[in-house]
């Protein structure tokens, strides 16, 4: 499938030449229309949980889950075939943060919420 | 109300471990012919809550009361410990997707450990049947099932793979889930629980050597999810509970105990009831009586 980055590089190529028509725009606008596209003409945002062991983007993960292409998985049983080690590697690989740990809920020393510290990212 | 007694078989260091862990694997000890009569029951009687297993008298003295189970929830319970009055069976078609974690509902959050939740495997489980998953000493970790929704995978999750006729008793506000299994087939697992009826005390079996200074309070096989040393910090608080001396129970900090001391003989910030003076011994209530020793 041609994708929309060289559908624009096909149009880039053709107004360099002169040749740029009105098809050679269409094509890139179908390419765009079906970016994210999950088969049933809806784009399906995908999410990434990651329970970290810090604030920090270097922390271990010390859990996941993910939805990816509108289908929940956990993830591997053993963190060993885990996909990412931290959520560096995972921004690395094209995630992006949409929230990160919420420091309101530190405000109490004397209770811990939920697991770890928790970032949510998407593609 | 229907109670039980029997001799405690659990020691010092069995008992920290389960405060430590917040669950106690006895590995097959149910019999064969208990189990194979417990599983033909529950074909009989199906049922998500087939209490009227409680009435019958096989299953009562064989499993209910059976002699390890029942002796390490003696040990964890105190005497004369209340017995069950609801029967639950996780019975799961397979393979089928993993549970939510969730703790059940009822939990109370803290140290104190007044009623158990205990599981019991008539069947063995494998890893592929989707055996009770886990986590170790999150029975400290505050949440509610309500936020547990979207956790998947967890690092340190401990699998209840187990042979027919094992029993496994738990902190009843431990976080816990059915994993995914992946074979065809028919799951149960019977749930029930105990109550405490008497004050805690250290009447379990006393190790002679077992030093309340420099036993290892802290988990070392899964994460703690939580700041450094509160989990040592917890589960020393709850096992002093255990003995008896739970309002009796402060640290420190930085440190000092529960932490070990790595270079000198003791840590600071013992609790002086864990203490006799200056020679290390300890005081604690034991078999109703005062005992102090080595």
């Not at chain 1, 049983?77 to 931290?86: E, G, K, M, R, S």
């Not at chain 2, 992946?182 to 079996?205: M, Q």
Request: with cysteine; net charge negative.
């Amino acid at each position: 499938m041609t994708t929309l980055k060289e559908e624009l590089q096909t149009c880039l190529e053709a107004f360099r030449r002169g040749e740029l028509t009105e098809a050679h725009l269409r094509r890139a606008l179908d390419s765009a229309e079906k970016a994210g596209d999950n088969g049933n003409g809806h784009r399906t945002q995908d999410l990434l949980y990651l329970q970290a062991n810090s604030t920090s983007l270097g922390a271990t993960v010390l859990g996941m889950a993910m939805l990816r292409d509108g289908q929940l998985s956990d993830g591997p049983a053993d963190p060993q075939l885990w996909p990412y080690v931290t959520v560096l590697d995972a921004i690395r690989d094209g995630w992006r943060v949409i929230h990160f740990p919420n420091m309101a809920l530190m405000m109490d020393e004397s209770r811990t919420y939920g697991l770890g510290c928790e970032f949510i990212l998407e593609k | 109300m229907k109670t039980h007694n029997c001799p405690p078989t659990l020691t010092d260091r069995q008992v920290l471990e389960f405060c430590k862990n917040g669950f106690l694997m006895l590995e097959g000890v149910v019999s064969d012919e208990i189990n194979k009569r417990t599983l033909e029951y529950l074909e009989g009687n199906t049922s998500g809550e087939p209490i009227e297993i409680l009435h019958e008298d096989w299953f009562m003295s064989n499993v209910i009361q059976n002699s390890q189970a029942a002796g390490a929830v003696r040990s964890l319970l105190g005497k004369n410990f209340g017995l069950p009055t609801l029967m639950s069976n996780h019975r799961v078609r397979t393979p089928a997707p993993a549970q939510g974690w969730h703790r059940d509902g009822g939990w109370k959050h803290g140290v104190e450990l007044n009623y158990l939740q205990v599981f019991y495997y008539p069947q063995a489980c494998t890893f592929e049947m989707g055996p009770t998953a886990l986590l170790p000493g999150s029975h400290f970790l505050f949440s509610q099932s309500v936020y547990m929704g979207h956790y998947g995978s967890i690092r340190g999750t401990y699998y209840a793979v187990a042979p027919a006729g094992s029993i496994f008793i738990t902190v009843y506000s431990i976080w816990h889930r059915r994993s995914a299994s992946s074979v065809p087939g028919l799951r149960n697992l019977l749930k029930y629980n105990y109550w405490r009826l008497s004050p805690p005390e250290r009447d379990w079996i006393v190790e002679p050597d077992f030093d309340f200074a420099n036993a290892d309070y802290a988990i070392h096989d899964a994460p703690t999810f939580r700041e450094q040393f509160v989990d040592c910090t917890d589960a020393a608080h709850m096992f002093m509970w255990l003995c008896g001396q739970g309002d009796h129970f402060s640290t420190l900090g930085g440190q000092a105990w529960p932490l070990r001391a790595r270079h000198d003989p003791m840590p600071y910030g013992v609790p002086s009831v864990l203490l006799n003076g200056s020679n290390h011994d300890v005081n604690l209530v034991t078999n109703g009586s005062r005992t102090s020793r080595h």
